[in-house]
């Protein structure tokens, strides 16, 4: 048996006479797939979800699958042990993703997808808390369980910037806030020394894949220390 790589393929109506075309062929090596993360996201997709495994540089057509009865995606070989595929908008429940080097043949990864409902934030307690952070808050809302097994990365979101968080329940997680940038909080200072109160006004969002956040959010307030 043959490596990878292309050979010429031609074709001939009488065993005898070929055609000179030289178009190629490739083989390549078998497809596996060992594992992808992150394993859940939202209903809506595109969830970049990357594949780990062992995909050849000789494929024609890379793709991901997340239901036989629906289109695949095109995936992007990042090299011989990674790909990426974007998630497409599907229904809530989880799922067997497939992938192929051809646009045919499709390789099932172990693990599942698992699409959920966006989390809803509703309440912070409390909402507000020093610039120097640390405060434990409780974020109340809906959805926060979302569809997912093996334990994703959950987080809050302050602004731009992301911490973990614990889910307790459906309902309810709890995360630390994150002490303000130093620009933000030396402007927060100015602004208290000058008009005798400052605060600063942070979005919380949160995100049940540590990649995409709830379209709802609600404000922490980090406020200056008494002058």
Do not use: W
């Not at 993360?37 to 995909?55: E, I, N, W």
């Not at 995936?75 to 989880?94: F, I, K, N, Y």
């Not at 693990?111 to 020093?130: I, W």
């Amino acid at each position: 048996a043959g490596g990878e790589g292309p050979v010429v393929l031609e074709v001939t109506l009488n065993d005898q006479d070929y055609t000179a075309s030289a178009v190629n062929f490739s083989y390549y090596a078998p497809v596996a797939v060992s594992s992808l993360s992150p394993q859940s996201g939202p209903v809506g997709g595109d969830t970049l979800v990357r594949l780990s495994g062992a995909f050849s540089e000789f494929g024609s057509s890379y793709n991901c699958s997340f239901a036989l009865d629906e289109p695949p995606v095109p995936a992007t070989r990042e090299g011989p042990d990674a790909l990426v595929c974007h998630a497409p908008p599907m229904q809530a429940g989880s799922r067997n993703v497939s992938v192929s080097l051809n646009a045919h043949d499709y390789a099932a990864s172990p693990k599942l997808f698992s699409a959920y409902a966006p989390p809803v934030v509703m309440a912070l307690s409390p909402a507000s808390g020093p610039l120097g952070g640390a405060t434990r808050v409780v974020v109340s809302g809906v959805g926060f369980r979302g569809a997912f097994d093996d334990g994703p990365r959950v987080t809050c979101r302050f602004n731009t910037t992301a911490v973990d968080a614990t889910v307790i329940d459906d309902d309810t997680l709890v995360c630390v806030a994150p002490a303000a940038p130093d620009d933000l909080a030396n402007a927060t200072v100015a602004a208290a020394r000058a008009s005798g109160g400052g605060a600063l006004a942070l979005a919380v969002a949160v995100s049940l894949n540590g990649q995409q956040y709830s379209r709802t959010s609600l404000p922490f307030r980090q406020h200056a220390p008494p002058l």
